[in-house]
């Protein structure tokens, strides 16, 4: 993987950035370059013949001093060590922006699901945990749903550490069904954290979202829940939507039960009768209020950038906007709201399991819902408060840099009071 590219150099690069605008201490700086702890493991699996296939994966702790490490566990062909210490490093910044005792951690396995039967599958994760299980725990990493996992594999995960535990570890890991203790609100809180996020964006630009233009690339799990909520909970016209075949546009909104049965009967949101079809990149450019990358990383580049017309950008994939996109948008006057404040909602949630598992106390669907919003909106508020406080120094800081000091600095000070350096 060439340089630029590969993730973790790009994770290493974000962190010297923020480094040097908070003047940031050397050893710390040093220290928060790298994991804490780097596991990669071959572990044999028995397959449907009965032979046993041998697997790689992988467990970083990336940074532990303000609580246990969190972060999913990913099941895909492309997994690569370097990968899982880039997302390990975005978990710290996460939970550490959020403000909810974690530190940062990240698992994978480098596989096919999609060739494996249920029965394998359930082998896999089994034998995942019990190759991890001395690197894992309540107190001390706790894991979560990822790509190409569910609740289900949460539910075999949990269950097989219970029983090398001899005991009911309902907190060793998050995303469980709810039979096995998962949290209320689990499903749709990476997208209601975000529209928490979009509601305090909105205010800062006096903008009223009743009658609003929104444009969502994305009809995946995020994309499909914020297109459900923005109508909802503010009135808001989706007018456009896309998904990795291509987009529809309708100035007068988008109707989202035709879309779901669109997507149902052809597979694609393609077969939506009634509007324009677009590109993804004429998605991006459109003239709306909100844009919402809710699908891949690198969309709006260098490229595009000058183009983008809506005057919030709300992160809710992971890395849409690349960094030398970032100045483009920030000095065009683009409120763009970072992935790691936008799309906390889901680890946030995750802490409200473990927290219950923790207390085996349960809260309502309400009461989830309204500490989400508790403490994303105070996230957002410490951005904008750090943005200004730089503006005050006479330095220009976007709030992606403005969330990377604060995330940073709470962790290094953290170092700093357990006597670290
Ligand atoms: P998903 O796989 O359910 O959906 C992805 C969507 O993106 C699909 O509609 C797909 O067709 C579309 N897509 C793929 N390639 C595309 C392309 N080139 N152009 C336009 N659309 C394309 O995934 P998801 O869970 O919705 O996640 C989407 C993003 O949100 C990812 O970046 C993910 O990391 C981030 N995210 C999701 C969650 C969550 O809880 N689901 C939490 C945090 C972050």
């Known amino acids: 993987m060439a340089d630029e590219l590969d993730p973790f150099i790009l994770s290493q690069k974000q962190l010297d950035n923020a480094a040097e605008l908070m003047d940031l201490d050397p050893i710390a700086h040093a220290m928060l370059r790298e994991p804490m702890q780097t596991v990669t493991a071959n572990f044999p699996v028995e397959m449907r013949d009965g032979n046993k296939k041998i697997f790689t994966g992988f467990r970083v702790l990336y940074n532990d001093a303000r609580g246990p490490g969190k972060g999913g566990i990913r099941f895909h062909p492309k997994e690569n060590l370097d ?24 698992g994978g396995v480098i596989v096919d699901t999609k060739q494996l039967n249920q029965k394998e599958l359930e082998n896999l994760s089994r034998a ?29 995960m949990m269950d097989e550490y219970s029983k090398i535990k001899m005991d009911n570890e309902f907190a060793v ?42 444009a969502i690339q994305g009809f995946g799990n995020a994309g499909n829940f914020a297109f459900d909520l923005v109508t909802k909970l503010f009135g808001a016209t989706v007018v456009a939507i896309s998904d990795s075949e291509g987009g529809v546009y309708s100035e007068n909104g988008l109707d989202y039960e035709k879309l779901k049965k669109a997507k149902a009967d052809t597979g694609s949101i393609d077969g939506y009768k009634g509007a324009k079809k677009i590109t993804n990149d004429e998605l991006l450019k459109l003239d709306v209020d909100v844009l919402i990358p809710a699908a891949i990383e690198n969309q709006v580049t260098k490229k595009n950038a000058d183009k983008i017309e809506a005057k919030i950008l709300l992160e809710l994939a992971n890395g849409p906007v690349t960094p030398d996109a970032d100045d483009i948008l920030f000095n065009n006057g683009v409120l763009d709201m970072p992935d790691f404040l936008v799309n906390s909602g889901g680890v946030i949630v995750s802490y409200f399991e473990w927290v219950q598992n923790i207390e085996s106390y349960y809260w309502s669907k309400e009461e989830v819902y309204k500490k989400l919003d508790t403490i994303i909106t105070k996230s957002f508020k410490d951005v904008i408060e750090k943005q200004k406080e730089y503006a005050a120094k006479g330095k220009k800081v976007d709030a992606r840099m403005a969330a990377y000091s604060i995330a940073v600095s709470r962790v290094a000070n953290a170092m700093k009071a357990r006597g670290w350096y």
């Open 128 to 156: 995942y945990i019990r190759t991890f299980a001395k690197f894992i725990g309540p107190k001390t990493d706790v894991p979560a749903p990822d790509v190409y996992t569910n609740p289900q594999i949460m539910g075999w």
């Open 83 to 106: 990968t899982v210490k880039a997302l390990s490093a975005w978990m710290t910044w996460k939970c550490s922006l959020a403000n909810i005792q974690f530190g940062g951690a990240k």
């Open 173 to 214: 890991i998050t995303g469980k069904p709810l039979e096995v203790w998962g949290s209320e609100g689990r499903f749709d809180s990476t997208a209601l954290g975000g529209m928490y996020v979009l509601r305090e964006a909105a205010k800062l630009k006096n903008m009223n979202l009743l009658g609003s233009k929104i």
